[in-house]
């Protein structure tokens, strides 16, 4: 059993980041109480707002390497600065466009959020190494990180769905510019740089294949949803994406400095992590939304489903949120007492848990609380997990791009259960006994969601089974082998 570590020596620096991630929660709860009214503003159908998902994922998919490598490579306090400036302009354009193409764009461009956690991590990860424990400070900062990722969230979406009754839309939207804009000045003044880089150069093909390959796959994957399975441009572009991305591995490996060493994906510790990362995103990114459609389904017209009215429906999903801060704070102390490679195991299967239990258990309110609830407390801990085993596991120059790549391949596969969810809901639209209007997802559906994300959870179990025991530890023959890997 090891002894508990203060962060003490990294407090202040945590504090500020802390900051950084209740806001990047405010972005992410804040806009989802009035998406309808931004359609109306906008003028496009509510189905139209698909796309603001859309254009954010795939902008996500392709930012995260880049700012990652160059985080490594030229500081990562820098590269958060400028994520965030990019966010904060793209965040005031917002309230004053009436435009769809100028909101979808500029919604797109505040997606430069997504890199700020793992760039985060690498931040705390390079700073802590000076003192000394740096991968129990690092897993306990991310359990901070974010646990105020989620009360932001929480906030959020609160706030969002009081104010829009109150205030004037253009008003509402300014909401998180400013706070974005206080960020930025947070980071600038009050986050140190790390202090040792790598330097050189970007390797700019690299990215230009990478970043092909995740806008084929992603846009494959969108088209796919939108579409059907027996559309041929989908699958076309899912192809070529994969073919490209087997010339950048390729290319990769011959590269004297890679955007991503390819290499890796073949360490005994990092693949399982990563693995688990795109495993994880099934669940987290992919099931999120046909949680919230079942909740709403009324029982007397379909035969299943809670009925609930929309507080309720958010209720639900903020004990979700509340589990999920739980599982994020308790993660390092679990981790001192039975080693992080148990820890990830027991957060994963919380997760696989919590959604198989769903397949017997989904008739009533308290049933699927109680399921939220399990699978909560293990997503909040793979969430601030993840991105700290990767540093752990990654060589000293590396760990940016290690942290980068949890958050990317957990997009992809978040990607590819939304698109795969979307099809199994949509195979036997269902009118119940035929006072229904016919738009409601399938129960085989809805089961299918639920055994593919506790499937997937309990795969990650067995992977995480094989990785070094001593893993993502504070040992001194841990840390040396990253150094030479």
Not at 41 to 69: C, R, Y
Not at 110 to 118: A, D, E, R
Not at 441 to 464: D, E, K
């Amino acid at each position: 059993m090891s002894r508990a570590v203060s962060l003490g020596p990294i407090a202040a620096i945590v504090g500020f980041l802390a900051f950084v991630e209740f806001t990047s929660g405010i972005l992410q709860g804040f806009y989802t109480p009035m998406l309808t009214d931004i359609a109306r503003n906008l003028g496009i159908h509510d189905a139209d707002v698909n796309w603001l998902e859309g254009t954010q994922l795939m902008l996500s998919a392709l930012v995260v390497p880049a700012f990652a490598k160059l985080g490594d490579m030229v500081g990562h306090k820098r590269m958060l600065v400028w994520s965030t400036a990019i966010t904060a302009a793209a965040s005031f354009v917002l309230p004053f466009t009436d435009s769809f193409a100028l909101f979808l764009a500029a919604w797109a461009l505040q997606g430069f959020y997504v890199v700020w956690l793992p760039l985060e991590i690498a931040l705390i990860w390079s700073r802590s190494r000076r003192a000394g424990h740096p991968a129990s400070l690092t897993m306990k900062s991310a359990g901070v990180l974010v646990a105020a990722l989620e009360i932001g969230a929480i906030s959020g979406a609160l706030a969002g769905g009081a104010l829009i009754d109150v205030l004037p839309l253009t008003t509402v939207l300014l909401i998180p510019a400013i706070a974005v804009t206080a960020c930025f000045f947070v980071i600038l003044f009050g986050v140190k740089e790390s202090p040792e880089l790598t330097g050189g150069r970007l390797d700019l093909i690299g990215l230009v294949l990478i970043s092909l390959a995740l806008l084929a796959v992603t846009g494959g994957l969108s088209f796919l949803r939108l579409n059907g399975v027996a559309d041929p441009l989908s699958w076309g572009l899912i192809v070529l994406g994969i073919a490209l991305g087997a010339v950048f591995a390729r290319f990769e490996l011959g590269h004297d400095d890679p955007l991503i060493d390819v290499r890796m994906f073949a360490s005994p510790s990092l693949r399982p992590v990563f693995i688990t990362a795109g495993l994880f995103g099934v669940s987290v990114l992919g099931a999120q939304a046909p949680l919230s459609t079942f909740a709403r389904t009324d029982p007397e017209v379909y035969g299943y489903g809670l009925g609930t009215q929309g507080f309720q429906t958010s209720l639900l999903i903020g004990v979700y949120l509340i589990a999920m801060i739980a599982g994020a704070l308790s993660y390092s102390s679990v981790a001192r007492r039975l080693t992080p490679r148990i820890t990830l195991m027991l957060a994963s299967s919380l997760v696989a848990v919590g959604y198989l239990l769903f397949v017997p258990l989904h008739d009533t309110y308290a049933q699927t609380l109680t399921n939220m609830v399990i699978a909560g407390i293990g997503s909040g801990a793979l969430v601030a997990a993840l991105p700290a085993a990767a540093a752990a596991a990654a060589p000293p120059t590396q760990t940016g791009v290690a942290t980068g790549l949890t958050n990317s391949v957990k997009t992809v596969g978040g990607a590819i259960a939304s698109c795969v969810f979307g099809i199994a809901l949509a195979s036997h639209l269902t009118g119940g006994s035929g006072a229904g209007d016919g738009t409601a997802g399938s129960l085989s559906g809805y089961l299918t969601v639920w055994i593919v994300c506790g499937l997937t959870a309990a795969v990650s179990v067995v992977l995480l089974a094989f990785v070094p025991k001593l893993a993502f530890s504070d040992a001194p023959e841990v840390q040396a082998a990253a150094a030479v890997s």
